[in-house]
């Protein structure tokens, strides 16, 4: 890779990000029930039915991954806690096996130098409150914050930066309108509901931990480009739509408190009475921004008629596994765009950006130039951001190790480090390399 530290602004954070359920193990430690345990039991939503119930058993190899973490020379590490190991109920006796393995985590961290970023939540709902309604129901804000307190009671005094919650669209809107993620439903009742009560529950987090005399909190947002699939008004209007659901929603709420107009035009009605209260709570001062971005979208309009129908095509633009299309630029877009209407004085991370490739095996060496090509390239879209003035702190890839992607199962790898599902066994792939030789340049 061609860079070194000097190219980005003195302090500037490397760092891998990756999340609970994706890589510990929830088989072992006595973690209790989730929704994605449930949701891959059934048929149909999960490849191959796979859970994370091995995963990459990081629960039992924690000290080898931050060890190879470390030798890369990153300086940061985001790593998620798991809602039902903590409390396998959801609520009420904390699992001390739970707490203990997220204490000896975060001082791994420290002992080899990699700054803990913590994200309370990364989609693994306990099971128990999914029967109560899960994400539709308005008390989930403060069953999370009774998880936030209990979890930070242990760790806050060690974590570098903490963030409530992993991409709020992936928790409601996908999950919730889409179906694809766990708890699968299509329902835009529930997904309004959703919509506002993971906002709620942020907020709530944050007055948590705030209470405890926690600093340096933030909030973790992906971000999808949104670009018409022709020169219609139609998908013009379309992707204006879909990028306020995706990329203007969350945001708004937790920086300007107040929802974008175009989409309250058509979610008004499902959300929960007197939604207008909580807007206060929701944005609740944070202490910096993170964003994840992936890909773009070309956005045509459905069939229906129905609001919210909304069609994904890809283009022409070189494509990773997971069929999404490679554009740098977006990256850009969006740190800009966060600087100019959402920062107003608040830092930046990338807290997500990655690829998903096979690597051929090339000798012991797993080969992934995309993978570099990849990194380098939204990695020059960062400096260019940064050049024009955005306050970009650093940078993490998802993710350290190969792992679980959710519905897609164990077929997507997104890690720098190849994981041998059968046998375990950790292989850095030729971009952990790369990464290694630029970080130690100067
Ligand atoms: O694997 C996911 C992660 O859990 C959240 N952000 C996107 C990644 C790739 O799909």
């Given amino acids: 890779m061609d860079f070194s530290r000097t190219d980005f602004p003195p302090g500037f954070l490397f760092g891998a990000a990756t999340s609970s359920y994706q890589i510990e193990g929830h088989g072992v430690g006595g973690a209790g029930s989730t929704h994605w345990d449930d949701f891959a039991a059934t048929p149909g939503n999960v490849v191959r039915g796979e859970s994370g119930r091995r995963a990459c058993d990081h629960y039992q190899r924690y000290e080898e991954d931050l060890d190879l973490a470390a030798a890369m020379g990153l300086d940061a590490y985001r790593f998620s806690t798991s809602w039902a190991r903590v409390l396998p109920e959801g609520r009420g006796t904390p699992n001390p096996e739970g707490l203990d393995f997220y204490d000896r985590l975060v001082d791994a961290m420290l002992a080899r130098g990699l700054k803990p970023f913590a994200t309370l939540y990364h989609w693994e709902l306990p099971s128990p409150l999914a029967d109560l309604g899960g994400w539709r129901n308005r008390d ?22 903490a963030a409530p919650i992993n991409e709020p669209w ?34 709530r987090a944050i007055q948590a931990m705030r209470a405890m005399g926690m600093t340096n909190l933030g909030c973790v947002t992906n971000h999808e480009f949104a ?43 499902h959300l929960p009475e007197g939604w207008q209260n ?9 202490d910096w921004l993170g964003l994840n971005y992936y890909t773009r979208k070309l956005i045509a309009p459905g ?12 283009g022409d633009l070189p494509q990773t596994t997971m069929g999404w299309e490679i554009f740098p630029e977006g990256l850009y877009h969006f740190l800009t765009r966060v600087q100019a209407d959402y920062a107003r004085g608040l830092p930046i991370y990338v807290t997500e950006n990655g690829m998903s490739a096979d690597a051929p095996v090339h000798g012991a060496q797993q080969a992934d130039p995309d993978r570099i090509a990849y990194l380098e390239s939204h990695l020059g879209q960062v400096r260019r951001a940064v050049a024009e003035g955005a306050d970009v702190r650093g940078y993490f890839i998802w ?31 030729a971009s952990y390399d790369a990464l290694k030789s630029a970080l130690s340049r100067s």
Avoid at 240 to 247: R, V
Avoid at 303 to 314: F, K, P, T, Y
């Fill in 140 to 161: 989930i804000a403060g069953w999370f914050a009774d998880f936030t307190a209990v979890i930070m009671e242990r760790i806050g005094d060690r974590v570098h930066a």
């Fill in 170 to 203: 992936c928790v409601a809107w996908l999950s919730h309108f889409l179906g694809l993620h766990a708890p699968g439903l299509r329902d835009i009742r529930a997904a309004a509901r959703a919509m506002h009560h993971v906002g709620l529950a942020h907020g």
């Fill in 227 to 269: 670009a018409p699939v022709d020169d219609t008004a139609e998908a013009a209007a379309a992707a204006e739509l879909y990028d306020g659901i995706y990329n203007r929603w969350f945001l708004g709420g937790i920086r300007n408190g107040e929802y974008p107009a175009d989409v309250l035009a058509g979610l008004g009605r």
């Fill in 278 to 286: 909580d807007m206060a709570t929701i944005s609740e001062p944070v």
């Fill in 303 to 314: 069939q229906s008629g129905l609001w919210g129908d909304l069609r994904e095509h890809v």
């Fill in 399 to 429: 993710s350290l190790l190969d792992n679980y992607e959710w519905a897609l199962g164990y077929d997507k790898r997104f890690g720098l480090i190849h994981v041998d599902f059968e046998t375990l066994e950790r292989t850095p792939k």
